[in-house]
């Protein structure tokens, strides 16, 4: 074992405490927003003295960074995980009560991610005990609005760009089953308008039937883009995908429908800009006009944005989180995700970042969500263990 004992009631405690405060995202039903969860960890942080900054991002809504300092100047090692969780309805257990059964605690957020968030917590909290000395400097940042709007770790990457604050690398908590994600996918989300000539329904040779428009537009999606994917899969993370995720149409059933929207929800990879992927579709799309008579469309600007990212294996801190993590759990390797995380923000801000927590990516957002208490130990026993050997420049 190592230098720094991680006691397994204090992690049942203290992740039984957050499950307790609800911090489902406003954006979504029953949402109350994380300040109660923020409110926890800057006690959590003052009675373990242990300094913290407050980032107000939203009007009552602010990201709580712990900074425990280090032997030596020089930028810190971030431990990265978000407040907010999805909306509790239609979950078959108490989301709130942190019922621990056969080694699993249950409750909304048990999982995703507040059983990372207390592996930090209290993985700084036996380091301060401990005295021992700290070769980095450790920040905790606790931020909201991840499963929305991602607003929390921009403000953060907003201080690390000004220089406010300064990280030689990065541990993002979410469910990875203890496995190292070094890449994942980012997205892009859009509209297609498809816009047809209205009538009345009886002679439908004198409109411009907008439906059967946009089913020539999904069809040249299916045949003629989708199959160029499989050139661009990536090793970790496989090929990108598109999912028409949405369609709306028409306006009553006796009436030729006038317009019709479908939504695309494009997974990049890591290579790809978002931004460019968007005007890719805007170019083909193009093209398919000259070739289906009367076809008038828009594809409408990115209402979402978010960043693939991609860290080497190679680099000092996934070879270093790779040895703290043996000894505390067997078998874990590197790997990519099709899901996105925080982790994209802080990479694009040249923070070397990897993905990394106790649980089941599975087990997320589900209406019995749990997660394994062990595992919640061993990630906090890793956390402490890479903090106390690392070397910013390697091993
Ligand atoms: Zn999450």
């Not at 400097?137 to 220089?163: F, K």
């Not at 993590?325 to 996105?340: I, L, S, W």
């Not at 994209?344 to 649980?359: E, I, M, Y």
Request: glycine content about 12%; some cysteine.
């Amino acid at each position: 074992m190592g230098q720094v004992e991680i006691d397994p009631a204090e992690i049942t405690r203290v992740l039984q405490e957050l499950v307790a405060i609800p911090s489902v995202n406003p954006a979504f039903e029953g949402g109350c927003g994380e300040a109660g969860v923020a409110d926890y960890v800057k006690q959590y942080l003052a009675e373990h003295g242990i300094p913290y900054m407050e980032q107000l991002v939203e009007p009552g809504r602010s990201n709580i960074i712990g900074m425990l300092p280090g032997q030596h100047p020089g930028p810190a090692l971030l431990l990265e995980a978000h407040m907010d969780t999805v909306q509790t309805t239609g979950m078959t257990i108490d989301p709130f009560a942190g019922t621990v059964t056969d080694g699993r605690l249950y409750g909304r957020g048990a999982c995703d991610t507040k059983g990372s968030l207390a592996a930090m917590l209290v993985a700084v909290a036996a380091l301060k005990r401990s005295g021992l000395p700290l070769p980095v400097g450790v920040h905790v940042a606790a931020v909201i609005d991840e499963e929305y709007r991602y607003t929390g770790v921009s403000r953060l990457a907003a201080s690390i760009s000004s220089g406010e604050l300064s990280y030689c690398g990065a541990v993002v908590g979410e469910p990875t089953g203890l496995h190292r994600v070094i890449a994942h996918k980012g997205c892009v989300r859009f509209y297609i308008d498809v816009h047809g000539k209205p009538g009345h329904s009886s002679e439908p040779g004198k409109g411009v039937n907008a439906i059967e428009q946009m089913a020539e537009v999904i069809r040249y999606l299916k045949e003629e883009i989708a199959p160029l994917y499989a050139l661009q899969e990536h090793p970790l993370v496989g090929a990108p995908t598109h999912c028409i995720s949405e369609i709306t149409g028409g306006a009553a059933p006796n009436t030729i429908p006038g317009s019709c929207r479908i939504t695309i929800d494009r997974r990049t990879v890591p290579g790809e800009e978002p931004l460019e992927v968007w005007q890719g579709f805007k170019d083909r799309l193009q093209e398919l006009k000259q070739n289906v008579p009367g076809l008038k469309l828009t594809v409408q600007e990115p209402f979402i944005i978010d960043y693939a990212m991609e860290t080497s294996g190679s680099h000092p801190l996934v070879l270093q989180l790779a040895s703290a993590v043996t000894g505390y759990a067997e078998g874990r390797h590197e790997h990519g995700a099709a899901y996105g995380t925080d982790a994209s923000k802080l990479a694009r801000v040249s923070v070397p970042s990897v993905v990394f927590g106790p649980g089941d990516i599975g087990q997320a957002h589900t209406d019995n969500e749990w997660v394994s208490v062990q595992e919640v130990v061993s990630a906090a026993s890793a956390l402490a263990e890479l903090i106390l050997h690392y070397r910013r420049d390697g091993m």
